[in-house]
Each structure stands twice: as structure tokens, then as C-alpha cells.
């Protein structure tokens, strides 16, 4: 719940809630048309002044990439969408290959977010604004058990608390 987390009011923020908080890539002929017009609405139109990709333990999105789903007609589109999430996971087993699972998930949950923000610089308008300093990109992981939020601090290439100054 982002106005919980955040101890916003409504209407403070323009909120685009998917699986895994997936952000598909600037592709104006792909099938991703209801995520990325919200992207471009809220950039374009309301001009917001930043974007947080927000990503949280325990994520059912990312546990599912490591199942074997067998693709269906029932699920063609969660099969597609969930391969938003795949470099994260790449990234994660090679990293935590011999670690427990859980400790995996939880860094493919977080690093799912910095690949979302990438995600996020193939859109014309985004990419744009964030060379003008007018629009800021934000990577965030909610741990569910603690409540702590950490943000991604692309200067170290790390995660670190979010402390309520930042926020």
C-alpha cells in the first residue's frame, strides 16, 4: 500500500500497480499499451516529478520466475509479462548461486527494481526529463516483515535504508 508505506494523502500520488511492478520497454507496437500509458500520462500529462519503482519481499512475481510455468492459452500474457523479470533473475542466481533460495529471492526482488528503472529510460519523454533535472527515477524495496524501505543508490551500486529525509 504505497500511501501506508509513504504516509501520503489521497490524491498525493498517481499510483500504476502491476505484477512484479514490471515496467515493459518503450515499444509503441507491443501488447504492454495499459502500463505504458500510465507511464506516459503521468510523465507527459501530469508531469510528475519523480518516478519509484517500488519492489517488496516475498513478491509472488519473482517467486514465479523460478517455477516452471507451462505456458497455456489461459496464461499467454502473464507468461510474456513475466519475462520483464528475467535479467533480474540472471543477475541473481549468478550472484547467490550457492546461497540459500530465499536469500536469491530477495535480491532478485530488489535488483528487479533497478532493472525496471532502466526499463523506464527507453521512454522517449522520461528519458528526456531526467537529462533536464525535472523528473527523478527512484528504486525502492519494501521489506513487508520490518516495514523498512531501502533505496538503490546508483553512485555505490547498493541498497541503503531509506531514512525519512530521503523520502
Same mark, same amino acid.
Given at each position: 500500500?504505497?500511501?501506508?508505506?509513504?504516509?501520503?494523502?489521497?490524491?498525493?500520488?498517481?499510483?500504476?500497480?502491476?505484477?512484479?511492478?514490471?515496467?515493459?520497454?518503450?515499444?509503441?507496437?507491443?501488447?504492454?499499451?495499459?502500463?505504458?500509458?500510465?507511464?506516459?500520462?503521468?510523465?507527459?500529462?501530469?508531469?510528475?516529478?519523480?518516478?519509484?519503482?517500488?519492489?517488496?519481499?516475498?513478491?509472488?512475481?519473482?517467486?514465479?520466475?523460478?517455477?516452471?510455468?507451462?505456458?497455456? #492459452?489461459?496464461?499467454?500474457?502473464?507468461?510474456?509479462?513475466?519475462?520483464?523479470?528475467?535479467?533480474?533473475?540472471?543477475?541473481?542466481?549468478?550472484?547467490?548461486?550457492?546461497?540459500?533460495?530465499?536469500?536469491?529471492?530477495?535480491?532478485?526482488?530488489?535488483? #528487479?527494481?533497478?532493472?525496471?528503472?532502466?526499463?523506464?529510460?527507453?521512454?522517449?519523454?522520461?528519458?528526456?526529463?531526467?537529462?533536464?533535472?525535472?523528473?527523478?527515477?527512484?528504486?525502492?524495496?519494501?521489506?513487508?516483515?520490518?516495514?523498512?524501505?531501502?533505496?538503490?543508490?546508483?553512485?555505490?551500486?547498493?541498497?541503503?535504508?531509506?531514512?525519512?529525509?530521503?523520502?
Amino acid at each position: 500500500m504505497p500511501a501506508m508505506i509513504t504516509g501520503s494523502k489521497p490524491g498525493d500520488l498517481f499510483i500504476v500497480r502491476n505484477i512484479g511492478n514490471f515496467v515493459a520497454p518503450f515499444n509503441p507496437d507491443a501488447d504492454f499499451h495499459a502500463t505504458a500509458s500510465a507511464i506516459e500520462y503521468a510523465t507527459s500529462v501530469l508531469e510528475v516529478s519523480d518516478i519509484i519503482v517500488c519492489g517488496h519481499s516475498h513478491c509472488g512475481a519473482i517467486e514465479a520466475l523460478y517455477k516452471e510455468i507451462p505456458p497455456t #492459452s489461459e496464461n499467454v500474457h502473464t507468461i510474456k509479462w513475466l519475462e520483464l523479470g528475467v535479467e533480474a533473475k540472471k543477475v541473481a542466481m549468478l550472484a547467490y548461486k550457492n546461497d540459500a533460495k530465499e536469500k536469491m529471492l530477495r535480491y532478485t526482488e530488489k535488483i #528487479s527494481t533497478v532493472y525496471q528503472i532502466d526499463n523506464l529510460l527507453t521512454y522517449p519523454g522520461i528519458k528526456r526529463r531526467v537529462e533536464e533535472g525535472t523528473l527523478f527515477l527512484h528504486a525502492w524495496y519494501y521489506d513487508m516483515e520490518s516495514g523498512e524501505i531501502e533505496y538503490y543508490d546508483d553512485e555505490n551500486y547498493e541498497f541503503k535504508p531509506l531514512t525519512k529525509e530521503e523520502a
